[in-house]
Structure formats: C-alpha cells, structure tokens
Nanobody, 122 residues
C-alpha cells in the first residue's frame, strides 16, 4: 500500500519561505518520476517541479529561481523549498509519484498522490 504524506504548508507573508516535505511509505523515491503539483482556487492543477526517473529536475517557469525540488532516496522523501513567495503561489500543494518507472513525467503520469497541504501567501 502506497501512501504519500505532505507536511510543511502554512501561511506566510509575501517574500517569505516555506519548505514542503513528502514522506512516502510503500514507495521508493529513486528511479521514478515524482514531484509537486499545486492547485489554486478555481484553477486547474499545475505542475510545479519534478524529478524524472533518471534524477533530472525540472520546474515551471512561474517558479524558476524561487523554488527548488530535492529528495533523499534513503528516506524516501522529497522536498520543495519555496523562497520569495508571492500571493499567486497560494494553493493546495500535492506531492505525487508515478506508479511505474516509465520515462515520461507529466501531471497525467502521476498515479500516487498525497492529500495536499495548504500554502497561503498574503
């Protein structure tokens, strides 16, 4: 049974920082596409940052230079460091991982999802 549990969300003023964590049980963090997806009220889910199965990272243009994804394979945990937060970063942040070790790494490929953690920037 795979379970992803996010933590680290909260409320912060613009310009502040937060670090999200995703702890995976029943699933490894190595050799799989995994990452972070967010959803703002009234908007579609948006991919924020991800590692593909070969460990290459990518992030959305809207967060480049401000957010950074990292992971600890030994702990089966991945992180999202968010700096210089803006009000438009407000939303529910999900961690996710692909079920199979396939090469593509898009939102539609994620099979396992966490419950989400709220980030509010004012």
């Amino acid at each position: 049974h795979v379970q992803l549990v996010e933590s680290g969300g909260g409320s912060v003023q613009a310009g502040g920082s937060l670090r999200l964590s995703c702890a995976a049980s029943g699933a490894t963090a190595s050799s799989y596409c995994l990452g972070w997806v967010r959803q703002a009220p009234g908007k579609e889910r948006e991919g924020v940052a991800a590692f593909d199965r070969d460990g290459r990272s990518s992030d959305a243009d809207s967060v480049k230079g401000r957010f950074a994804i990292s992971k600890d394979n030994a702990k089966n945990t991945w992180y999202l460091q968010m700096n210089s937060l803006k009000p438009e970063d407000t939303g529910l942040y999900y961690c996710a991982r692909r079920a199979g070790s396939w090469p593509t790494c898009e939102i539609g490929d994620f099979g396992y999802w966490g419950q989400g953690t709220q980030v509010t920037v004012s």
